[in-house]
């Protein structure tokens, strides 16, 4: 019993220690993504994503990872940052959707047993059977996306990997509203310089109508003049 009582505690130690070196590795993590996109400036959902993606499922160790977001100003999902996955249509079927939708739904960031997804995706892929980290991408209180690892390849993920995702996707949210802010930022900009466009194109149009009139008006008067003088009686003097 003694002995028993001894591995226990060994074990909870080892539990405490690997817990903690997780956690320091996290808050390392995170302070190295945060200077990446501050050094990167990405302006695009996609770029974010894939960016986000690679540099995750390289801290968790995931040989398959994905994010789900939101096409800018739609409603339209795609897949962004793919890695071991054979197929992204696999992604975006109906029972696939379905779950995303829940998880979005669910906000933040959680463990996805393998029986919670074979339960809900009948086509469910051989990457993802071992079950999945995953948290919500939310963009001024709106769920746009959501990131998916799967649990395989090292060792299982667990509640600090789930804190860590937890915590990334504040840094995620604000790298997307900077995206969306800077796309609409440039929309605002082609609109105006379109409209400004119009503006110089209006005001030619009308430098050339102007310039035409005073053409056709000076016709006149030299017409006018030509008749002036024809009408004028000529006095023949003997």
Same mark, same amino acid.
């Given at each position: 019993?003694?002995?028993?009582?001894?591995?226990?505690?060994? &074990?909870?130690?080892?539990?405490?220690?690997? &817990?903690?070196?997780?956690?320091?590795?996290?808050?390392?993590? @995170?302070?190295?993504?945060?200077?990446?996109?501050?050094?990167?400036?990405?302006?695009?959902?996609?770029?974010?994503?894939?960016?986000?993606?690679?540099?995750?499922?390289?801290?968790?160790? %995931?040989?398959?990872?994905?994010?789900?977001?939101?096409?800018?100003?739609?409603?339209?999902?795609?897949?962004?940052?793919?890695?071991?996955?054979?197929?992204?249509?696999? +992604?975006?079927?109906?029972? %696939?959707?379905?779950?995303?939708?829940?998880?979005?739904?669910?906000?933040?960031?959680?463990?996805?047993?393998?029986?919670? #997804?074979?339960?809900?995706? *009948?086509? #469910?892929?051989?990457? @993802?059977?071992?079950?999945?980290?995953?948290?919500? +991408?939310? $963009?001024?209180?709106?769920?746009? /996306?959501?990131?998916?690892?799967?649990?395989?390849?090292?060792?299982?993920? /667990?509640?600090?990997?789930?804190?860590? @995702? !937890?915590?990334?996707?504040? $840094?995620? %949210?604000?790298?997307?509203?900077?995206?969306?802010?800077?796309?609409?930022?440039?929309?605002?900009?082609?609109?105006?310089?379109? =409209?400004?466009?119009? !503006?110089?194109?209006? *005001?030619?149009?009308?430098?050339? %109508?102007?310039?035409?009139?005073?053409?056709?008006?000076? $016709?006149?008067?030299? =017409?006018?003049?030509?008749? =002036?003088? +024809?009408?004028?009686?000529?006095?023949?003097?003997?």
């Amino acid at each position: 019993r003694d002995t028993m009582s001894a591995k226990s505690n060994k &074990s909870t130690g080892a539990d405490i220690e690997r &817990s903690l070196r997780r956690r320091k590795e996290s808050l390392d993590y @995170l302070q190295l993504v945060t200077k990446t996109f501050v050094s990167l400036s990405l302006t695009d959902r996609q770029s974010i994503c894939d960016t986000l993606g690679s540099m995750v499922g390289t801290f968790l160790g %995931a040989n398959t990872g994905f994010t789900l977001i939101r096409k800018t100003g739609e409603d339209e999902m795609m897949v962004a940052g793919a890695q071991g996955v054979e197929s992204t249509a696999a +992604l975006l079927t109906p029972d %696939a959707r379905s779950i995303w939708s829940w998880l979005m739904d669910e906000r933040g960031a959680r463990l996805v047993s393998p029986d919670e #997804l074979s339960g809900r995706w *009948a086509d #469910l892929p051989a990457g @993802l059977a071992d079950g999945l980290a995953c948290v919500s +991408l939310d $963009i001024n209180d709106r769920p746009e /996306g959501l990131m998916v690892f799967a649990n395989s390849g090292g060792d299982s993920l /667990g509640d600090e990997e789930v804190e860590f @995702l !937890a915590a990334l996707s504040g $840094i995620a %949210a604000m790298a997307l509203a900077n995206a969306d802010a800077h796309a609409e930022q440039k929309k605002l900009f082609e609109e105006v310089e379109e =409209q400004a466009a119009e !503006a110089r194109r209006e *005001a030619v149009e009308k430098k050339e %109508a102007l310039e035409e009139l005073d053409q056709k008006l000076e $016709i006149i008067k030299h =017409q006018q003049f030509a008749i =002036q003088e +024809l009408s004028t009686p000529i006095l023949e003097l003997w």
